[in-house]
Structures are given as C-alpha cells and as structure tokens.
C-alpha cells in the first residue's frame, strides 16, 4: 500500500461537548506507472498504464488526467481527463511530431502526481 497524503477541514458544526467535528479526506499520492505506447501511428497513438490498485485509490475512482504536449511548439496537444481504464487511443496528432504525455489518478478529494514523462513522435503521413 503506498503512502498518503491527509487534508483536514473543520466541519460547520460543533458537537458539545467536544468542540470541533474534523473531516479527513485522503487525497492519492500514489503515480500511475507503467506508461507505454501500444500503437503509434501518424495522427494518433494508444496509450496504456497500470491503473492504480484499490488500495491506493483512497475513495471512490474518480478520473485519469491525460496531459499531452506538442514539443515542437511547445504548447498543450492534450489535456484531457477519462473515466475509462487504458489502454486509451489519442487522435488527432500532428504527424511527424515529438511528444511528451503524463497521466495521474485523481478521486475525488484531488489529484495524485503525474507519472513520469514519456517522449514519443508520430509517424510520418504514409508510414
């Protein structure tokens, strides 16, 4: 079991005669691993990850964010959250183009820290 993070809030209520009623929520902390491409293609790729143990979700499984950025221009391609599990296929790519993709887990008291980085490039049209 990986390790946590604890967020506490005071509630709106007190509880004579014990003061303050405290919620704690477990936000994830635990990153997705395993990031790797299946398929790349010239204007799409499919990406699959090992998804994030029931012991690790710390709640309810809420979402994957996908963070995908085109190197070239250096500007955002992809950001996009999924309840799907992967493998998941990204389109609409530039052909002939470098990547960097990220994925993290998020329940839903907030997100865990992305993965690692993974560089990938498109194909060129034809190929």
Same mark, same amino acid.
């Given at each position: 079991?990986?390790?946590?993070? #604890? ?16 919620? #704690? ?9 395993? #990031? ?36 070239? &221009?250096?500007?955002?391609? #992809?950001? &996009?959250? &999924? ?45």
């Amino acid at each position: 079991m990986g390790s946590h993070s #604890v967020t506490c809030h005071p509630a709106e209520v007190t509880l004579p005669p014990y003061g303050v009623c405290v919620c #704690v929520c477990l936000v994830p902390v635990v990153r997705v691993s395993s #990031v790797a491409f299946l398929v790349v293609e010239s204007r799409a790729a499919q990406l699959t990850w090992s998804a994030v143990s029931c012991n690790d979700r710390l709640g309810l499984q809420s979402r994957y964010d996908l963070l995908v950025v085109d190197n070239t &221009t250096a500007s955002l391609a #992809v950001n &996009t959250s &999924t309840r799907s599990v992967p493998p998941l296929w990204l389109r609409d790519l530039r052909p002939y183009t470098q990547y960097t993709v990220r994925v993290r887990y998020a329940n839903q008291y907030g997100p865990a820290p992305y993965s690692d980085s993974l560089l990938f490039a498109t194909l060129q049209d034809g190929m």
